[in-house]
């Protein structure tokens, strides 16, 4: 998941169900939004506690929300496409 130049490369298919994951040309830009909310959601649960709880400067709270937020992306992206999928595709119940 951390190795960046395959970061953005997806698999043209589901392995299991066969389901093609890019519905439409630009399916992946909505996407963004998603992750626009993720990564706000998780500035703040990392800001609050180290502004509120540990007492840290608002410099050195932006300073290391911002590190932890950038650390993460990858898995935001990967979480954020996962979610937008979630709403179009549905699994069948057979
Ligand atoms: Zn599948």
């Known amino acids: 998941m951390y190795y960046l130049p395959d970061l953005f490369k997806m698999p043209e298919r ?3 169900c066969n389901l093609k994951y890019e519905m439409e040309i630009g399916f992946w830009w909505g996407a963004m939004y998603v992750a626009y909310a993720v990564s ?3 500035v703040l649960s990392f800001f609050l506690p180290l502004y509120l709880l540990f007492k ?3 410099d050195m709270s932006l ?6 937020t950038t650390l993460l992306f990858p898995i935001t992206f ?6 937008w ?10």
């Open 56 to 58: 840290f400067s608002v």
């Open 14 to 16: 589901c392995s299991v």
């Open 85 to 94: 999928i979630h709403m179009f595709a549905h699994q069948s119940k057979e």
């Open 40 to 42: 706000c959601a998780l």
């Open 63 to 68: 300073l290391i929300d911002m590190s932890l």
């Open 78 to 83: 990967r979480l954020s496409r996962s979610l």
